[in-house]
């Protein structure tokens, strides 16, 4: 007789919320682009694993986790006077999401890719993987070309 596999922790999350792993996952990677445009730092509890790790963020800068990321989302929307972010596309399977993003913002810091001062919006492409029903990874590819024009 062969045993039956427990059904991962992932399978039972999705049971309990009515919806496919895809659907829930993809729900909390667009919650976290609500909480990066408004700044309401208290979604990100019920989004963000302990072990999070945001691979192409700046090294260093933040920790990991969830106080990685509600220091991530501040230092954004200060360095980028009126960041926001618009997702254009998500994109699921399993337990991974993948967004594209128009990224739109003022220039505020010398040595950047627009001059100070400067409306710019970028393409950008967030891949996010998930774990025990929250998001433990993220990947962004971002373009430094103004795509405005």
């Given at each position: 007789m062969t045993a039956v596999a427990e059904p991962s922790l992932d399978v039972a999350l999705a049971a309990t919320y009515k919806k496919s792993i895809s659907e829930h996952y993809k729900d909390l990677a667009l919650k976290l682009q609500v909480a990066l445009n408004t700044q309401d730092l208290s979604l990100v509890d019920g989004l963000i694993h302990d072990e999070f790790l945001d691979v192409t963020g700046p090294p260093g800068m933040f920790p990991d986790g969830p106080e990685g990321v509600r220091q991530h989302i501040l230092w954004l929307n200060r360095r980028f006077k009126d960041a926001k972010w618009e997702v254009q596309q998500a994109v699921a399977e399993g337990t991974t999401v993948v967004l594209r993003v128009r990224f739109t913002g003022i220039e505020t810091e010398e040595g950047q890719a627009a001059p100070v001062g400067t409306r710019f919006t970028y393409a950008q492409?967030?891949?996010?993987?998930?774990?025990?029903?929250?998001?433990?990874?993220?990947?962004?590819?971002r373009s430094e070309q103004d795509i405005s024009q």
């Open positions: 492409a967030h891949y996010f993987e998930g774990r025990d029903g929250l998001l433990v990874q993220h990947i962004g590819v």
